[in-house]
Each structure stands twice: as C-alpha cells, then as structure tokens.
C-alpha cells in the first residue's frame, strides 16, 4: 500500500536528532566549564570523565542515525530548493557527520596515546594506540581545531535552518521539529 510520501522525518530521526543536539552541547559545557575549576579537583575531573563519556554515546549515536539515512528517504522539501543549496546542505552534512565520528575518535585516541583508557559508562574502552606522549599532542591539537570547526558547523547548521523556516519558509525546519503530527 503506498500513501503520501511524508513531509516530516520518522519520530526516531526526529528523536535521534535532537538527543544529538542535547549531548553535543553537554559535550560542549563540560569542556568548556572545566577551566573554571582548579586542577585535580573533583569537580573538574568529574567534568573532563563525562565529556569523555558524553563524546562516545555521541559516537555510539551516530552510527544509528547514519543507519536511518541509509535506509530512510528524507522528506522532500517544499517548495524544492535550488541545486546550489540542496549541494551545500549535503556539504553540510557530511561535515557534521565527520565531526560526530571524529571528535569521539579523536578523544578516544587522545585518551590511549596518554597512556589511559577511554572510559564509557562503568567499561574501559580497548586501547586504540600504545602511550605515545607526541601523538597525544597533534591529536589534541586536530582535537581543539575540531571543537572550534564544530561550533561554526553547529551554528551554521541552526542558522540555515532559521533562515529557511523564517526568510524562506519552506519546510526545512518543520520536517526535524518534535511534535508536529
């Protein structure tokens, strides 16, 4: 039986969406929060541990939303875009997939070249690299440079979707917004 093709992404993708969102800026905060505190005090540690764990759900995460794009059809846009945006916003896209994989990647690697493991919600990650303290410094380094890329990513990404929704009102936006049925 074939009906209406759907004007809105599945709940799951829609869920999945915003989940992302939610751990990307706790991600965020943590790093972010942690120079407030001095170091070594439990306070900073406990936020570095969940910026670790926090970075490897979203690793976890993304492979189940890279499965849905895979067997899922987007809905389309209406009215169509032009092909120059439709191209940009595959651009952008496969840039925020690339940092979803690789920020985690990169922290986990981070973590091993330091001679630690990666922690993950009570488990210990297997080791990727062997202690390697000059690895560990160019990976943080793409590290920092990535968390930058990705705030620039993000807000380009939430911008697009305003303009879109806003200046004009098409239905990009209201294809990935929750409780619209």
């Known amino acids: 039986m074939t009906g209406t093709p759907s004007l809105r992404y599945s709940s799951l993708s829609i869920a999945l969406h915003w989940l992302m969102l939610l751990l990307i800026?706790?991600?965020?905060?943590?790093?972010e929060l942690k120079g407030n505190f001095v170091r070594g005090s439990d306070i900073r540690e406990g936020l570095k541990h969940w910026h670790f764990m926090l970075g490897?759900?979203?690793f976890a995460l993304v492979w189940l939303r890279l499965l849905g794009r895979l067997v899922g059809k987007a809905p389309a846009i209406q009215p169509a875009p032009p092909s120059w945006q439709t191209g940009l916003s595959h651009l952008m896209h496969l840039a925020l997939y690339v940092l979803m994989i690789g920020m985690p990647l990169l922290g986990w690697l981070i973590l091993n070249a330091e001679g630690k493991p990666a922690p993950f919600f009570g488990l210990e990650l297997p080791m990727l690299v062997q202690?390697?303290?000059?690895?560990?410094?160019?990976?943080?380094?793409?590290?920092?440079f990535g968390g930058v890329a990705g705030y620039w990513l993000i807000g380009l990404h939430a911008a697009a979707g305003l303009l879109h929704?806003?200046?004009?009102?098409?239905?990009?936006l209201s294809r990935m917004l929750p409780g619209q049925d």
């Open 25 to 31: 800026a706790a991600v965020y905060a943590c790093i």
């Open 56 to 58: 490897l759900a979203i």
């Open 131 to 144: 202690k390697d303290h000059g690895l560990a410094e160019s990976l943080e380094g793409l590290h920092e």
């Open 165 to 172: 929704h806003y200046v004009i009102r098409d239905n990009t």
